[in-house]
């Protein structure tokens, strides 16, 4: 079956970085558009950076441009986040999205991002 795996989450001071990594199974990876997402407690599920099936394009909310980077590696099935200049703003569970319009839509579990002092 389908699986969305993401890991890289934990805990990092402010101003410090952490790569996501979101592993997908089950699925021709190379044919999805790949996004990200958080959510805080409290807040709804906001967009963060999408990519393209081939990584030739990439959009990014306001909120995290400038400080985060989506990439992909289609022969590990792999998308990341590298995220940069941490704030306690960006404290939440992020998700990875792998769609293809009208067709498939799957979501992975999530993994905890906090960041503190």
């Known amino acids: 079956q389908v699986q969305l795996v993401e890991s890289g989450g934990g805990l990092v001071q402010p101003g410090g970085s952490l790569r996501l990594s979101c592993e997908a199974s089950?699925?021709?990876?190379?044919?999805?558009?790949v996004d990200w997402y958080r959510q805080a407690p409290g807040n709804k599920r906001e967009f963060l950076a999408s990519?393209?099936?081939?990584?030739?394009?990439?959009n990014y909310a306001d909120s995290v441009k400038g400080r985060f980077t989506i990439s992909r590696d289609n022969a590990k099935n792999t998308v990341y986040l590298q995220m940069n200049s941490l704030t306690s703003g960006d404290t939440a569970v992020y998700y990875c999205?792998?769609?293809?319009?009208?067709?498939?839509?799957?979501w992975g579990q999530g993994t905890q991002v906090t960041v503190s002092s």
């Open positions: 990519i393209s099936p081939g990584g030739e394009n990439t």
């Open positions: 089950g699925l021709s990876f190379r044919l999805y558009v």
């Open positions: 999205n792998a769609w293809i319009m009208g067709q498939s839509d799957y």
